[in-house]
């Protein structure tokens, strides 16, 4: 393909279209078993079917995407399996939401219709995500799709509960569980966000019966008090002494109610004798059971006021609250309120306050699944990266609680639990059982409740590959070689990963765990559409190229670090798309006229065996920061290989051996080889644009492949590393630097062609200079190159040393050194000018004092430039009046 039919300009959106269809049809993200390559899986973190992309998920799976790119490049058979998540109550919320336009709700259809609704509308307009997975140019597997709903991960589902019941580790019981009125259901510790809020404590006075005074008890939550069965204090607590074991009388109520001593108390709280509400507090609940307790239960699961309430039932909590606050208040019950913060937790979907409920629910015991999920971790079969988060999983694993998978919603995977209606016998089973194998009644209530969503994702490496079968896939990819995804869910999805499937599927389900940090804006602020300064990916690849966002994300990506990511990186990142458009386009049009099939590498030119000697090294590098998931690096060594040494070195070089017919034909094929290199090095980070690029190149001159996106990954050949070629580079680029430097300095114009003196007193030095005085002269566009041995006299020049060498410029003809003296001289009198004005300012204490501190740092940052550019003035100036002698 000739040079002249390349578009001027990079076009990304027709590119990726055209090449993400052209893979897909190719087969080239699928995986294949029979390959004979060594195989390297992972999972995708399965987004909600509700979910649209946000920049977190741009963020995690550019970074996988990088790593299963690389890995194919590098032979490996890959699996990047893509799924989605049914995602229990975000879901049946969307549905019942719409429900609600029509004036309906989902109890109107009953369970079964509604169902279906959600299922109907799963296909309609869920998994919107997974197409925009596509926009970014994801290499997923999409003919092993998985939802967590799909027959056979729920038939996993069932084999999982119904064996960890059978083994004793799935048991139901009445527990005090985190409960949202709104959403009606429990939730786990992990879906509560607790914050603390300012709120009151309340002292309320519990008489004594037969008229004594009784105690004072403090309260955040009034309400509760009409389920309190006793009132307990500290056993050592001398104030109470004489009250254990006496009778109160509960205000409103009436009831009578102990006094119990129990060590729990916190002495030093409140009043130090606190209310037991066994019912609604978690606390309450473990000493009631100590103690033997009754329980009682005042509020219905909406948190409203039931008839144990007395006068207050009916009414919703907060509204009950202020009732019996007034009426405590009015019966001289209420000894004081004080301000006070209280740690209110919220549901994590829906902000509602949430309440302690006693609840009939379903758990997993956790501690024999936790201990071998600690022990892998700890012996190294898993290994975190960055290795900090290892510590955060064991905190968390060594406190964890039995886990409620039990919700009260009707989308999920319906607990495989039935009731006998004749004998109320209890049946778990994997198929729905005809009739109860104890009294043979046919009539069998299966259990609403349905399982918590992360029950379902929990088993996704293994139930993804056909588990509990023992398929082709799962003997071949479990366990997965990595898992990458955000720290924000380590406990809810990795660590149940690591106990379900060290539990059932016989191993861990992965060796490495990445973990990214989150996205922030440029300012290092937390991303929020209610702040408005989120970035919308699909937003991003419209006004930039997906290319341009996955190097921005890849560059941000230090490990341990949260990225800030604003315009200005995502403009310098697509200038870099275009720099290396434009300078493909150079090399393709150069290209045109005879190449050598083959050279001799020792024979090349020092720029072209240093170009392809860094080429070497930058393989290296890159391979050597993707396997220890250094994005930036792996960036950052790709971004200054192409833009610095080849575009702004290497290209600059090769146009004099471009223009001579001896030199060109082997030019040109090192030109094309180190393209094709950084074309293949860059694919996994920008595969379009590479792709792109990479099939309009000649296919003799680079590597062979159907798509640069199964070439291989280019691995360092030992026989290209020139140690001595990349050493003496090194002065030549210091030497074009300081002409360079020079010309910036005195406004030369870049066309002009100037003459340079270089002194050199070595004779090895000088040989090798003038060896290479042709390539100087294009890269400085000199006129003339001299190389001397002592500088000459008498001359008006410029002067830099250069390590061992000097520059010298004479200065006739170069600019008018009286006019540039007089232009500097100006410049040099605005500087003390505004240095007066600033220094009056920071020595006027009341400045300092009183002015916005960024404006005095300002200032005072101000006054270092100012100093530092009348420092290069007056060296400028000492240089020109030297000139002159
Ligand atoms: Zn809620
Ligand atoms: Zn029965």
Redesign the pocket.
Known sequence: MSGQEIPKAYEPKDVERRWYAFWEKSGFFKADPRSGKPPFAMVIPPPNVTGSLHIGHAFTLTLQDVIVRWKRMSGFDTLWLPGLDHAGIATQLVVERKLAQGGKKKEDLGREAFERCVWAWKEESGGKILSQLRLMGYSLDWSRERFTMDATLSRAVREVFVSLYEAGLVYRGDYIVNWCPRCVTALSDLEVETEPEPGSLWHIRYPEKGGGPGVVVATTRPETMLGDTAVAVHPEDERFQALIGRTLVLPILGREIPVVADSFVDREFGTGAVKITPAHDPNDFAAAQRLGLPSIKIMDERAVLNENAGPYAGRDRFEARKGIVAQLEQEGLLVKTEPHQVPLGRCQRCRTVVEPRLSRQWFVKIQPLAEPAIKAVEDGRIVFVPESWSKTYFEWMRNIRDWVISRQLWWGHRIPAWT??????LLVAREAPAR??????GE?VQEEDVLDTWFSSGLFPFSTLGWPDQTEDLKRYYPNDTLMTGFDIIFFWVARMIMLGMRFAGDVPFRTVFINGLVRDEKGEKMSKTKGNDVDPLQVIEKHGTDALRFTLTALAAPGTDPSLGEARLLGYKAFVNKLWNASRFVMMNLEGPRAESYDFKALPLASRWILSRAQAVAGRADQALQEFRFDHAAHELYHFVWDELCDWYLEMAKPALADPEQAPATRAVLLEVLDTALRLLHPIMPFVTEEIWQRLPEAGRAAAPSIMVAPFPRPDPAKSDAVAEEQMQPLMRLVTGVRTIRATYEVAPRKRIDVTVVAPSEKERTFLRAHAAVIRSLAALETLEVVDQAPDGERTIRQPIDSLELRIPMAGLFDIAAEMTRLSKERLKIEAELDGLRRKLENPQFVERANPEVVAQSRERVLELEARRLKVDGTLDDLRGAGT
């Not at 006998?420 to 016998?425: P, T």
């Open positions: 006998c209606g004749s004998c109320a016998a109860c194998p104890k009294c043979g009644a069998l």
